[in-house]
């Protein structure tokens, strides 16, 4: 999918053009839903694209480059990922207790959505991803500041590890339990959360991404062979 872009960088898509639907490139490329969306997600977060709900994905006129520009989309390794989720330990600790203190009834119930969500994917065979996303990003929200949210939402689903990696390949469990595994580190911080713990929700929000970030820190020293992301995405 990494064509999709050096199409828009050429110019063959001009801005405000409409890209293809979903379906037409599943079948272009010949992959899947979850990899087109992904892709998509990639795109906005380079602030190429934006998508209108019920109306299509178009380009966007190239912004002005700045120096502090973050692209996230040059994660690509698991060393890569691994900075990331040092980043993320940090932000999203703070984060997890602001969202304790100043949480909303129906933020709460969003978050739980999202849970459940993931619960679902993960008896269907699913893809869990959009959903894991959506829970951080539910914190986020909570936070009341909205430079919580900015940031999240300009990493867009690539803030997942599993979006760019086969995490489980890497965990003792592998497979649905690896990722109920990671769905009850989650509830540990929503309950944290509804408690309105912020010091639980802090330790919890740690745990859980210091989990990821260790089982990809023993992956990156197994050797340079483990180190190249799952796919081309």
Do not use: C, W
């Amino acid at each position: 999918m990494n064509d999709l872009r050096a199409k828009i960088e050429a110019g063959l898509f001009q801005p405000g053009d409409k890209l293809p639907t979903e379906p037409a490139l599943m079948s272009q490329q010949g992959v899947s839903r979850t990899v087109i969306r992904e892709a998509i997600s990639r795109l906005q977060a380079a602030g190429l694209v934006e998508t209108r709900h019920g109306v299509g994905t178009f380009v966007l006129p190239p912004a002005p480059k700045t120096v502090s520009a973050l692209d996230f989309l040059t994660v690509e390794t698991i060393r890569d990922v691994l900075a990331m989720l040092e980043l993320r330990i940090s932000l999203e600790t703070e984060a997890a207790g602001l969202a304790a203190l100043r949480r909303s009834e129906a933020q709460l119930e969003l978050m739980r959505q999202a849970l459940n969500s993931f619960e679902e994917n993960i008896a269907k065979g699913e893809s869990a991803v959009d959903a894991d996303f959506n829970f951080h990003l539910q914190i986020a929200l909570a936070t009341g500041n909205k430079y919580f949210e900015d940031f999240y939402r300009h990493l867009g689903t690539t803030t997942i590890p599993r979006a760019r990696l086969d995490t489980a390949r890497f965990a003792e469990a592998t497979g649905q339990l690896y990722l109920q595994q990671t769905n009850q580190e989650h509830q540990f911080i929503l309950e944290a959360i509804a408690r309105q713990d912020s010091e639980s929700a802090r330790a919890g929000m740690r745990m859980h991404l210091s989990n990821s970030r260790e089982r990809l820190r023993r992956a990156s020293e197994a050797g340079p062979g483990d180190t190249e992301a799952a796919g081309s995405m």
